[in-house]
Structure formats: structure tokens, C-alpha cells
């Protein structure tokens, strides 16, 4: 069975920081690209950051470059999102998004930044 666990989301305020994680079983791990992506409140999901299994390219959307560091453990079939120096309009829920011959979502992790 496929599962894709997100933690780590909150409350913050503005400029603080989070570290998501999510936690995958049932598939081969190190062979998947692996992404964040984000719904903010009454908008659609977008693409936030992603990092490949082989070569550990990563792609940023430009609004989080500098601010967001996405890292994985094949070992632990574990993926990463740091968010640092976060602001209001990062205000969403997170989704972990597996994909090469198929795509697999998480549940979501809500972060919150607000004062």
C-alpha cells in the first residue's frame, strides 16, 4: 500500500521557519522524483519545489528561491522541505507529490503564517 505521511506543518509568524517531512512506503522511493506542492487558500495547487532521485536536480518556483531547501534520504524514503524566512502569502497547505511511472499524493500539511 501506498503512502506518502506529510508532517511538520503549523503555525508560525512571519520571518520564522518550519521543516516539513514526508514519509513514503510502499514503492520504490529512489526512483522518484520527488515534489512540494501547494494549495493557498480559495487558489490552485501549485508547483513549489522538486528534486530528482538520480542526480538530486532540484527546481524552485522563483517566489521561495533563497527561502526553501528541499533535501531527501533514499535510506529512509524520506523527503525534506526547510522553509525559512516565511512569509504570509506562503500561507497553504503542502502536498508531497511522488512521480515517475506513477504519481502519488499525501494527505497535505497545512502551514499557517500569519502574526
Known amino acids: 500500500q501506498v503512502q506518502l505521511v506529510e508532517s511538520g506543518g503549523g503555525l508560525v509568524q512571519p520571518g520564522g521557519s518550519l521543516n516539513l517531512s514526508c514519509a513514503a512506503s510502499g514503492f520504490d522511493f529512489s526512483s522518484y522524483t520527488m515534489s512540494w506542492y501547494r494549495r493557498p487558500p480559495d487558489m490552485q495547487r501549485e508547483l513549489v519545489v522538486s528534486?530528482?532521485?538520480?542526480?538530486?536536480?532540484?527546481y524552485y518556483v522563483d517566489s521561495v528561491k533563497g527561502r526553501f531547501t528541499i533535501s531527501r534520504d533514499n535510506a529512509k524514503s524520506t523527503v525534506w522541505l526547510q522553509m525559512n524566512s516565511l512569509k504570509p502569502e506562503d500561507t497553504a497547505t503542502y502536498y508531497c507529490y511522488a512521480h515517475f511511472l506513477r504519481g502519488y499524493w499525501g494527505q497535505g500539511a497545512q502551514v499557517t503564517v500569519s502574526a
Open positions: 528534486i530528482r532521485s538520480n542526480d538530486r536536480t532540484t
